[in-house]
């Protein structure tokens, strides 16, 4: 049975679903150019957020940057283990604390060039005014109340 006559453009006029698909394709991109350091784009994301803003609690991460608490919870786990991040070891849950350690400093200053090279290339593909328009709907977006 064919359900497309009940429900014309799901697939290609959902914001939900064509926004998840363009997230994945940008997160495989930029995935791509951090091979080399074997981080995925979400866990140097967390890095630039703590860089910019240290001593930041599990859940500023997941409020700032609109990530799952889980996802958050995984990516520090990997980043402290890997000591990448420090914690205060004094909060627990979404009270503790995190910054960058030395090395995570290090690290991050390195990965300026494939952090660019990844925004270079999506800004390549779609255009000066796609990369415009892109940011813009991203921000009307944000607004959005829910």
Not at 41 to 64: G, I, M
Not at 65 to 74: C, G, M, N, T
Not at 88 to 117: C, F, I, M, N
Request: a positive charge; proline letters at 2%.
């Amino acid at each position: 049975m064919n359900n497309t006559a009940q429900f014309p453009g799901l697939l290609n006029e959902c914001l939900v679903t064509q926004s998840r698909n363009a997230a994945r394709r940008l997160t495989r991109l930029y995935n791509r150019q951090l091979t080399s350091v074997d981080l995925k784009s979400q866990q140097v994301s967390l890095l630039y957020f703590l860089y910019q803003r240290p001593l930041s609690s599990t859940a500023d991460l997941t409020d700032c940057l609109a990530i799952e608490r889980s996802a958050v919870a995984r990516n520090l786990a990997v980043l402290e283990t890997r000591e990448l991040i420090q914690s205060d070891k004094k909060g627990r849950g979404l009270l503790r604390r995190y910054q960058l350690s030395p090395g995570g400093e290090v690290l991050l200053t390195s990965l300026s060039g494939a952090w660019h090279d990844a925004q270079r290339d999506v800004r390549d593909q779609v255009g000066e005014e796609g990369w415009v328009t892109i940011h813009k709907a991203f921000k009307l977006l944000s607004t959005l109340n829910i």
